[in-house]
């Protein structure tokens, strides 16, 4: 029982990759570049981006910023941009990577979507806590209700493998 209260536990973790609207620490971005297009409502950061909003760490080569509503009341400040403005989605490319404590998860892009509360990682996506790790095609978080749903193919079946700790055992 405590080996699958640990398997839940460790889903339920990763559910703190977002960046959430209703987390109160700033979120510092730092980039070689920055750009706002304003004709299509994004902000593009490019080139060693790093994403930093309390102990929550993201890594990628590049991170999209799709804004909706007025287009000529920009923040560059993305934490007061999300309720001014409201943030559309956000896409995260190449070579992604995020951290929280000892959990970390592995893709080729991430897209977060505040209103829907969704996270999807695709693109050889790796969820990893110490030695336990899972992998499919393509994992999605619900926030909204804590689950999460790792989807296989036929090509890429869900991989699932999990450490009992030794603790356990003697427990049981």
């Known amino acids: 029982m405590r080996t699958i209260c640990n398997i839940l536990m460790f889903f339920l973790m990763f559910q703190a990759i977002c ?9 510092k971005i730092d980039s070689d570049k920055m750009v706002y297009k304003k ?3 994004i902000v593009e950061f490019v ?4 994403v930093v909003q309390g102990k929550l760490n993201l890594w990628a080569d590049k991170i999209d910023v799709y804004l909706k509503g007025n287009t000529n009341k920009v923040s560059l400040d993305l934490a007061n941009s999300a309720q001014k403005q409201k943030i559309e989605k956000i896409i995260a490319r190449n070579n ?3 951290q929280q404590e000892d959990k970390f998860a592995i893709c080729g892009k991430a ?4 209103a829907s509360q969704k996270i999807v990682l695709e693109l050889e996506p790796k969820l990893r806590q110490k030695k336990n790790e899972i992998k499919g095609e393509k994992i999605v978080f619900y926030l909204n209700n804590s689950s999460v749903e790792v989807l296989g193919s036929k090509k890429k079946r869900v991989e699932a493998i999990f450490f009992q700790d030794l ?3 003697k427990g049981e």
């Not at 960046?19 to 979120?27: D, G, L, S």
């Not at 897209?111 to 505040?114: G, L, Q, R």
């Open 167 to 169: 603790k356990d055992k």
């Open 111 to 114: 897209v977060y979507w505040p």
């Open 47 to 50: 080139g060693n981006v790093h």
């Open 96 to 98: 992604v990577k995020i």
């Open 39 to 41: 004709e299509k409502n």
């Open 19 to 27: 960046w959430a609207e209703t987390n109160k620490e700033p979120i």
